[in-house]
């Protein structure tokens, strides 16, 4: 008798941090996670620097 696998997809939209070593056992599924990862700390990063540049300009609007 064969036995059945258990095939698991994770969906990119319920994607967590937890789920990584699982979801990057492929090469191409790796390449997706860390543009993922890179893809949210470039917009954290452009958050953040708005934030800096509106609180700068609302200082030299004050002076």
């Given at each position: 008798m064969k036995t059945r696998e258990i095939h698991t997809f994770i969906s990119p939209f319920h994607f967590s941090a937890l789920e990584l070593p699982f979801y990057a056992q492929s090469p191409?599924?790796?390449?997706?996670?860390?543009?993922?990862?890179?893809?949210?700390?470039?917009i954290i990063l452009l958050r953040v620097k708005n934030k800096i540049f509106l609180c700068n300009s609302l200082q030299i609007k004050e002076e």
């Open positions: 191409s599924h790796r390449e997706f996670a860390v543009k993922n990862f890179l893809f949210i700390v470039f």
